[in-house]
C-alpha cells in the first residue's frame, strides 16, 4: 500500500487550502485515515482522523472548527480540508491509514502505512 499526499502550498493567513491523499489499495477504503503534521524542530502530532465509513471524525483542538477530514472510498482518497490557516499551521502534513478496527487515532504507532508529506507554509 502507497499513500500519496498533495495540496500543500504557500498560503496567506486566513487562506484555505484542500489537502488529497490518494491510496494505491482498495482495501484502505476498509482503513481508518488521519492526518498528521509536524513542524520544523517539533514532534509530529495528529490533526485529524476519520473512520473506515466516513461518519465519525476527531480532530485536534488546535485545528477544530477550522479543518474538515473527508473521505471518498470509491477513490480511495481522503481529503483536509484547511480554513482560516494561521502561520502556526505551518508545517509537512502526513497522511496515514490503519487496518485497527480499535485504535488510538492521536498517536502514531497504530498507523501501518504514511504517505510522504506536503509541505504547507503559511505567511501572516
Known amino acids: 500500500v502507497q499513500l500519496q499526499a498533495s495540496g500543500g502550498g504557500l498560503v496567506q493567513a486566513g487562506d484555505s487550502l484542500t489537502l488529497s491523499c490518494a491510496a494505491s489499495d482498495h482495501i484502505v477504503s476498509d482503513w481508518a485515515m488521519a492526518w498528521f503534521r509536524q513542524a520544523p524542530g517539533k514532534d509530529r502530532e495528529f490533526v485529524a482522523a476519520?473512520?473506515?465509513?466516513?461518519?465519525?471524525?476527531y480532530y485536534s483542538d488546535a485545528v477544530k472548527g477550522r479543518f474538515t477530514i473527508s473521505r471518498d472510498n470509491a477513490k480511495i482518497t481522503s481529503y483536509l480540508q484547511t480554513n482560516s490557516l494561521k502561520p502556526e499551521d505551518t508545517a509537512v502534513y502526513y497522511c496515514a491509514a490503519t487496518s485497527a478496527s480499535n485504535w488510538y487515532y492521536e498517536i502514531t504507532s497504530p498507523y501501518d502505512y504514511w504517505g510522504q508529506g506536503t509541505l504547507v507554509t503559511v505567511s501572516s
Open positions: 476519520v473512520t473506515y465509513t466516513g461518519r465519525d471524525t
